[in-house]
């Protein structure tokens, strides 16, 4: 079964800055999706951004940008320029490209999360 | 107009009750999913559905069963509910099956037993 870890509970960032939350998964599959949600305080589930492992190109989405090393298991998310609206938090998530995840429903297998605070 | 919503947002109720969350989504999916968040936060999957088609996570107790009148609809029914039950339980949906098509999710519904 996959896992994804984030070993941030928790960053604060001063508002306007860069912060990066690293996430890391193990998988044994080559085709897969890896997405970012936002969850902030009115407990909505946000996509953020998405990035398949077929594609080398790192995916961005204005100031949301990934870091995608596959070879590495590794999908970190850089926000720049951080505003305090971003102010939440963040679960890096996994998809299997198999409908029957040996066991599993097929849906996201999320992290722990990552509490995002910004400093004003 | 909200694509994925869930009723009720809060329910409160005591331990040994049965009781439902609806689950409505108007994006026209054909997939949708219950996740569970836990007091620490972590969200799994329970359920998906696509077509008829049910696939249950095996840690899921069989007191939890998803009923789907239309394929608008995934509603989450729960039998003699129990403490472990508290959690933030979200509806999902999603265009297909593939893999990277993005899910949609509703805004939640905070289940508390007492």
């Known amino acids: 079964a996959q896992t994804v870890t984030q070993s941030q509970p928790e960053m604060s960032v001063q508002e306007a800055e860069t912060v990066t939350l690293s996430c890391t998964y193990d998988?044994?599959?080559?085709?897969?999706?890896l997405f970012w949600y936002k969850q902030p305080p009115s407990r909505q589930m946000i996509l953020v951004i998405r990035q398949e492992a077929y594609k080398q190109q790192n995916a961005t989405e204005n100031r949301f940008s990934v870091n995608f090393q596959k070879a590495a298991k590794s999908f970190s998310l850089k926000i720049s320029d951080s505003q305090l609206g971003d102010a939440a938090m963040y679960f890096c998530?996994?998809?299997?490209?198999?409908?029957?995840?040996?066991?599993?429903?097929?849906?996201?297998?999320f992290g722990k999360g990552t509490h995002l605070i910004i400093q004003p | 107009d909200t694509a994925v919503s869930q009723t009720p947002k809060y329910l409160v109720t005591q331990m040994g009750n049965d009781k439902s969350i609806k689950c409505e989504q108007n994006l026209g999916h054909d997939t949708m999913y219950w996740y569970k968040q836990d007091s620490k936060k972590f969200l799994k999957i329970m359920f998906s559905?696509?077509?008829?088609?049910?696939?249950i996570n095996e840690t899921v107790p069989n007191r939890f069963s998803p009923k789907s009148p239309d394929k608008a609809h995934l509603n989450l029914h729960i039998n003699s509910l129990e403490l472990g039950d508290s959690a933030v339980y979200f509806c999902?949906?999603?265009?297909?099956?593939?893999?990277?098509?993005?899910?949609?999710f509703g805004d939640g519904t905070r289940l508390s037993i007492l």
């Open positions: 999902a949906s999603s265009q297909g099956t593939g893999v990277g098509q993005p899910q949609h």
């Open positions: 998988t044994s599959e080559s085709d897969y999706y």
């Open positions: 559905y696509n077509n008829k088609e049910l696939i």
């Open positions: 998530a996994y998809r299997s490209s198999e409908w029957y995840s040996g066991g599993g429903a097929d849906g996201l297998t």
